[in-house]
C-alpha cells in the first residue's frame, strides 16, 4: 500500500519509553506492514450551545504539538480527517459534554480530535471509552488565555482493546487544565497525558486512577513541561492492582526548564497491591535547570493492603469482604468523586467492586 | 446478665528472634454492669490483653481461654467478635482515608444489628450522640480518624461505643492525649452508655486520672503479662501514691 509509513521503525521493547509494554499485545498498531484505517471516532451525545464539532480534512488542521510518540506518529501518518471540538470564547458550559465513540471496528484504527477552549471559557469535558477497539488515539486541548477545561478521560474498554493514547494539553496564560484519567478496561492501556505551557499563570491538575486485574496492562506515561515562568501543576494517580500477572506502569516526567522560574509542581503515584502475581511499576522523573523555583517535588509509594485499617473496621463488626471494598473504595475516592458525577462514580465503583469479585480480591 | 472470663490467657507475639511471650495467664472475669480497672506500668501487657481479645492477627494466642456468656471468643473471627457484643476503643484510632464517618458508621450498625438501621431514625440517633459528645455535625462528613485531634478520635471511639451499644467496652487508654475538658466529655459519654445498658467496662489506663469520672468496682494491677494484685477502689489510690515500683522489682 502506498500510504504505508516510510523510514518508521516500529520499537523493539528495549527503547525506554517502550521497555514495559508487551508489544506483542498492541494488536498490529505499530507493525509497519499494517496500514492504519482513519475513523472520526468522537460523538457528542449532549449537544450543549457553545461548543461546536467539526470533522477537519486532516491537511487543514496540523496537529499543534510535536510528538516523538511512535504511535502518534504512525496515527498521524494516517489521519484523514481530524474531529474538531470548540468552546466558544466566554462561554460557561454548565452541563458537561459527554464524548462517545463511534465507528470502531475493532481492526487497527487512528483517531485525532483538537479541542479549542475559547478565551476565558470554562468546560467539562467526558470522554468515554467502551466497547472492543484496536485504537491509536491522539487529543490536543488548545485552551486560550484564562480558559478552564476540566477533561475526563474514561477507560472502560471491553477485555481485549487495545488503546494507545496521547491526550496532550497547550496552555496558554492564566489558563487552567484539569484532567481525570480513570483506566478499568481493556487488554493493554497506553496513555500518554501530557502537558506544555504557552504562557505564565497556567496551570495543570493531572488525577488518575488506574485498577488492572488478571493479565491487563494498563500504562500511564505523564510529562509536564514547565517551559514557561510560573505555572503550577500537579500530579496525583492512584492504582490499585488484583490478580494474575495484572501490570501497571506509571511515568512521571516533569521537566523544569531554565526559563522556568517561579515553578510550582508536585507529582504523585500511589499504588495498592491486592494480591500476589501483579506488578506496579512507578517511575517518578523530575529534571530541574532553575534554581528559582516555588517548589518542585515527587513521591511514590507501592504498598498491600493496610491490615491495621482492615482490623479497624472488622472490630466493629464489619466482614472482611466489605471492609475490604470500602478500603479500596475510599482509595479509590479521592480521585472519583472529582468527576462530580454521581452516575458515572457509581458505574465505576461498580466496576471495580465486580472485577475485586471476580478475582476474589 | 452477660460474663466476660479470661482464663489463664497466655499471648506472644512475632518478633525478628522469634516468639516473645506478652501475656504470662491473665484471668479475669467481668459481668454485666461491672466496671473493672487495669493498671499498670508501660510494657506490662495491658494493650496486648485488649488487642488480643478483639483479635488482632499479630498476636498469637497460646494457652487460655476467652468466652463471653460460655461462647469460645478466641474461636470468632474480628467481626464475629465485634456481632457477640465485644467492643474495643483503641488507643490509637486508625485513619481510613476516602470513608466518611457517616458511611462508616452506617455500616459498622447495620454489621451489628443485622438489618440496616432505619434511615430517619438513624440519622436523629447519631446527631444526638454526637451532640451529647459534643462533636460539631460536619464531623460526620469527614473520613474515618484522618487528620482527626487526638481529642477528637477518642470521642469517635465513644461515639461508636453510644451506637453500637455492646455488651462489654474495653477502653484501652481512652485517657491518654486528652485534656481536662476532652476528658470529662469523654468519661461522661462512658457513663451515659453504662448509665443507659447493662455494659460491662475494662477500663485500661497508666494513670488514676480518669477513674475519677469513670468509677471503678475493682482495680486490677497489670504487671510482667499477668495480673499481681486485685482489690477495689481504695487499690487506685495506693497506686496514685506509690507507683508501680513494688510490682516491676519484685
Known sequence: MSTLTTNYLAPTGREEAWRFTPLARVGGLLDSSIALESVNSVRITNAQPGVTLNVVRAADLAALSISDDLATIRAREFIEEV???????????????????????GKPQASRTLISCGVNSHATIILHNSGEAILADEFEFDLASGSTLTFVSLQEWSGKAVHLGRQHAIIARDATFNSIVVTVGGSLVRLLPTVEFSGPGSSADLQGLYFATDGQHLEHRLHVDHNFPN??????????????????????????????????????????????????????????????????????????????????????????????????????????????????????????????????? | MSTLEIKGLQVSVATESGFTEILRGVDLTIKSGETHAIMGPNG?????????????????????????????????????????GLFLAMQYPVEVPGVSVTNFLRTAATAIRGEAPKVRTWVGEVKEAMKALNMDTNFAERNVNEGFSGGEKKRHEILQLELLKPKFAILDETDSGLDVDALRIVSEGVNRVKANSDLGIMLITHYTRILRYIKPDFVHVFAAGKIVEEGGPELADKLEEKGYAEYTTA
Open chain 2, 44 to 84: 506490662s501487657g495491658k494493650s496486648t490483653l485488649a488487642y488480643s481479645i478483639a483479635g488482632h492477627p499479630k498476636y498469637t494466642i497460646t494457652g487460655g481461654s476467652v468466652t463471653l456468656d460460655g461462647a469460645d471468643v478466641l474461636a470468632m473471627s474480628v467481626d464475629e467478635r465485634a456481632k457477640a
Open chain 1, 231 to 361: 505555572a503550577k501543576s500537579r500530579v496525583n494517580y492512584k492504582g490499585a492492582l488484583a490478580g494474575d500477572k495484572a501490570h501497571t506502569v506509571w511515568i512521571g516526567d516533569v521537566y523544569i526548564r531554565s526559563n522556568a522560574e517561579g515553578t510550582d509542581t508536585y507529582e504523585l503515584n500511589r499504588n495498592l497491591l491486592l494480591s500476589d502475581g501483579a506488578r506496579a511499576d512507578s517511575v517518578p522523573n523530575l529534571e530541574i535547570e532553575t534554581g528559582e523555583i516555588v517548589g518542585a517535588g515527587h513521591a511514590s509509594t507501592t504498598g498491600r493492603f493496610d491490615d491495621e485499617q482492615l482490623f479497624y473496621l472488622s472490630s466493629r463488626g464489619i466482614p472482611a469482604e466489605i471492609a475490604r471494598r470500602l478500603v479500596i473504595r475510599g482509595f479509590f475516592a479521592e480521585i472519583v468523586g472529582k468527576i462530580k458525577n454521581e452516575e458515572i462514580e457509581n458505574r465505576l465503583m461498580d466496576r471495580i467492586d465486580s472485577e475485586l469479585a471476580k478475582v476474589g480480591a
Open chain 1, 83 to 105: 474531529t474538531h471540538i470548540q468552546v466558544a470564547a466566554n462561554s460557561q458550559i454548565s452541563e458537561p459534554l459527554i464524548l462517545e465513540r463511534i465507528g470502531l471496528t
